[in-house]
């Protein structure tokens, strides 16, 4: 019996690393983020995200067609109880190249923002100004970042219910100065499997409250509300990621993405046949889970 239990642990755990694989590849492939002769400096905050990216990275490393190499980098922002040993030892561990950058951000942060206020803004700020140095100093041609597919979709909502305008977190971007090429490996990944496989690998997590600041009450906010959206309706976060993948510019009210001042008529028949005044189709089904639900009408007709 235990036996058993053992072996469909080990069958579920590999297709959990098989889907994280598939998944980081082809985030890989359609934004073309590795190419040949990269250098990747690899962002470690020791949560799970990033300790993920960097063993499926490593793991595609292997087998991949083209040479890469990758640098774990930590950036040590000095918070009190800042476990220090743990990422250079795991690093150490795995014989991987890595770099320690150690950067008093705390104490700046805490000087100069008020108690009691979120400090997260000048601290994102400052840590994002010294991983860009670090990349030029270690001659880094990509920056990766551990966010997911469940950041995006949150940062959709943020930036829709607090910032008014339609957009998330690129999973490619190049930096502001032009400088940098900053990549998110996982953006297709859920971040209930990223969760399963840190807690399968037993990676020395490094708790994240350590600064001591306030959770983002906003993000919260829209984390929760899609917990309950994802409970109601399984797959929904799953259905808007699509969503964020088919985008109808003459379909949305953005002026700058769509000339509709200039629009004329084409006096030739459209392809679709008329559709202008038709209700928009919407399937019974959201798009990208027809699959999953036939498998579960198949498996409740057989039951
Ligand atoms: S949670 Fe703390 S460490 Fe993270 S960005 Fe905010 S202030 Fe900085």
Known sequence: MSHSLTEKAKYNFNKLQKRLRRHTGQAIADFNMIEEGDRIMV?????????????????????????????AVNLD????????HILPEYFQSLGIEYKIVEEDTYKIVTD???????T??????????????????????????????????????????????LKSMPAKL??????????????????????????????????CNLCGSQENLQRKNIKMMLQEW???????????FTAIQNVTPSHLADLSLFDFANLQKTDVPLGEGDIAL???????????????????AIAIELN
């Open 278 to 296: 038709d209700k928009p189709d919407v399937p019974a089904i959201p798009v990208g889970l027809e699959q999953e639900s036939t498998t579960q």
């Open 120 to 165: 997260c803004s000048l601290c994102s700020r400052l840590r994002r100004g010294i991983l860009y140095r670090t990349a030029t100093e270690i001659g880094a041609t990509k920056i990766a970042l551990g966010h997911h597919r469940d950041d995006i979709v949150e940062t959709l909502f943020l930036n829709m219910f607090y910032g008014g305008k």
């Open 174 to 207: 190049a930096s502001d100065d032009g400088q940098h090429m900053v990549i998110r490996p996982l953006a297709y990944c859920k971040e209930a499997d990223i969760a399963a496989y840190a807690e399968h690998q037993k990676f020395p997590i490094i708790p």
């Open 77 to 84: 922002q000095k918070q009190p109880g800042f476990p220090e």
């Open 230 to 240: 994802n409970k109601s309706h399984p797959g929904r976060i799953e259905t808007i």
């Open 43 to 71: 962002c470690m905050s020791g949560g799970k995200d990033s300790y993920t990216m960097l063993d499926i990275l490593q793991n595609l490393q292997r087998s991949a067609p083209i040479k890469f190499e990758l640098i």
């Open 112 to 118: 100069i923002i008020p108690e009691g206020k979120t």
